[in-house]
């Protein structure tokens, strides 16, 4: 009799303690389960992107890419400048943007030549440079229906004694799947070289697009052409 009353004992203590035991257990599972730690294979489980919105942002960002790369080169070029000053040092008396040009032909240029150009007028404007429209006209053409141009090529329509004391040249040249692109400031009178910028563009259907359009300039006659004398100081 007094065995069986000391077999019982334990067993009744036990009983709690194993209750706790499977309690705990079953906690430790719910905290360490995948879910309640927001495991990564769940997370992911996220309505996905469409084509159409993945295109259209893959575009911006090509266009920003494109910028920020020419941005990057004028912040060289600013580096590179000896007289840093824009409006006492040595392009105070104004700098004459020219397109990029292929460095094959040097009469060749396309979209991505002349908005490189724009682009870096731009740069250096805001830089405080005194930056030469040498495409102004002399008047305002006005079309109904169509609109108000004040820049042409043609020279016979702009100024032919714009001054400018330097010059933004510069070529490119394909590369397998990058453009080399080298930009130079450029003294008009002694055409000493003031500041350089080597940049490796990407190929992408952006710059493709604006190498699309690739042309060659037309033989003109001598006083068709706005010779350096007049972009000199």
């Not at 309640?36 to 893959?58: K, L």
């Not at 007028?121 to 495409?135: C, D, K, N, S």
């Not at 692109?181 to 952006?206: E, G, I």
Request: proline share 4%.
């Amino acid at each position: 009799m007094n065995n069986r009353i000391r077999w019982k004992q334990p067993l009744s203590l036990c009983w709690p303690v194993f209750m706790l035991s499977l309690l705990t257990t079953f906690l430790l599972c719910c905290v360490l389960s995948p879910t309640a730690q927001g495991d990564p294979a769940t997370e992911t489980d996220q309505p996905a992107i469409t084509t159409e919105t993945a295109a259209v942002d893959n575009n911006q960002t090509e266009a920003e890419a494109f910028k920020a790369a020419i941005q990057q080169m004028a912040v060289t070029l600013f580096t590179n400048i000896g007289d840093p000053d824009p409006v006492a040092g040595s392009l105070g008396d104004g700098i004459a943007v020219s397109s990029f040009v292929d460095l094959k032909k040097l009469t060749r240029t396309s979209s991505f030549g002349r908005y490189l150009a724009e682009q870096l007028m731009t740069e250096f404007q805001q830089q405080g440079y005194r930056v030469v429209e040498i495409r102004k006209s002399t008047s305002i053409m006005i079309q109904e229906k169509r609109g108000e141009y004040a820049l042409s090529r043609d020279t016979a329509e702009i100024n032919p004694n714009v001054a400018a004391r330097a010059m933004i040249a510069g070529t490119y040249t394909l590369a397998g799947d990058h453009i080399l692109v080298n930009a130079k400031v450029l003294d008009n009178k002694t055409a000493v070289l003031l500041s350089s910028a080597t940049m490796v563009f990407p190929r992408t259907k952006l710059t493709d697009l604006l190498l699309a359009d690739s042309v060659s300039a037309s033989p003109q006659k001598k006083h068709e052409v706005t010779a350096l004398k007049q972009l000199e100081m």
